[in-house]
């Protein structure tokens, strides 16, 4: 408490979770048309004239507007987020792309408190392999009632960290909502860490998990007290499943036995 976190001040290095963080940051958005990159510069625009720009309201009649025009060189001051600008003009084509500036910018902050030393692992809505980035035509926004948000290139942060010298594991669902990715920088290689992920995030991880809960909510319409609790252990107590089933549980209790109470 009341200690301020400076360059270097962090003895260990530090473990960063972030949960659907970063698809509400700053985000650059980039376009690659006939080999040749370009800034994608936005306007917002409305379907309607707005009086009062600062009305929540605004943001269901509102839209993102990319105009294409030249970068400048070097786009960016960090080398190593330039080399995986770099490789996507190269790599992509005819194309729209998003580099999570806001993200990087908490995560270079974080990594400095500990010397470069850092673990992330973050969950959120991405792309996490190359050829998702192609044959987009803009950069799509996702409205919420009153926020917005964005999906996250985890295939840049990623490509990052791997050209600092890190490593990087993506989990595998390609059509999973969940996508997470584990990112390491500064550290020597962990096997076991590495092992732990994979057999977690590819097997029945979170992503399967949240689709089976969403399916038995919407497709069980008489849930045994039994098959409940069983999903319970299944998902160690979560509490969604508790408010997602709790009319159920309250018309089973009264019958239920002491061990299951």
């Not at 379907?47 to 605004?58: I, R, S």
């Not at 995560?107 to 500990?114: E, G, S, V, Y």
């Not at 998702?132 to 950069?139: G, N, V």
């Not at 732990?196 to 995030?201: D, G, P, V």
């Amino acid at each position: 408490a009341q200690h301020k976190l400076d360059q270097g001040s962090c003895r260990n290095p530090v473990f960063v979770i972030a949960n659907y963080a970063f698809d509400t940051t700053v985000q650059d958005a980039f376009f690659v048309k006939d080999g040749a990159l370009h800034e994608a510069a936005a306007s917002v625009v409305s379907t309607q004239e707005e009086k009062d720009p600062n009305d929540p309201a605004v943001l269901a009649r509102a839209n993102l507007k990319f105009e294409p025009r030249p970068p400048k060189s070097p786009y960016y001051e960090d080398e190593a987020l330039n080399r995986v600008l770099d490789r996507y003009s190269r790599r992509l084509n005819n194309t729209c792309f998003l580099l999570p500036i806001g993200a990087l910018n908490a995560i270079r902050t974080l990594r400095d408190f500990a010397g470069g030393r850092m673990f992330l692992m973050s969950g959120d809505k991405a792309f996490q392999f190359e050829e998702e980035l192609l044959s987009r035509d803009e950069a799509g926004l996702t409205f919420h009632g009153g926020s917005v948000s964005m999906t996250v290139n985890f295939h840049a942060l990623g490509a990052y960290f791997e050209e600092g010298g890190g490593t990087a594991w993506q989990s595998q669902g390609r059509h999973d909502r969940l996508h997470v990715c584990g990112l390491s920088s500064g550290l020597p290689d962990l096997p076991e860490a590495r092992l732990a992920f994979s057999e977690t995030m590819n097997g029945f991880g979170p992503a399967p998990y949240v689709r089976l809960v969403q399916d038995l909510r919407k497709e069980w319409k008489e849930p045994s007290l039994e098959g409940i609790l069983a999903l319970l252990r299944l998902g160690n107590w979560d509490h969604e499943l508790l408010l997602g089933f709790r009319e159920s549980l309250k018309k089973h209790l009264p019958g239920a036995t002491d061990a299951m109470k």
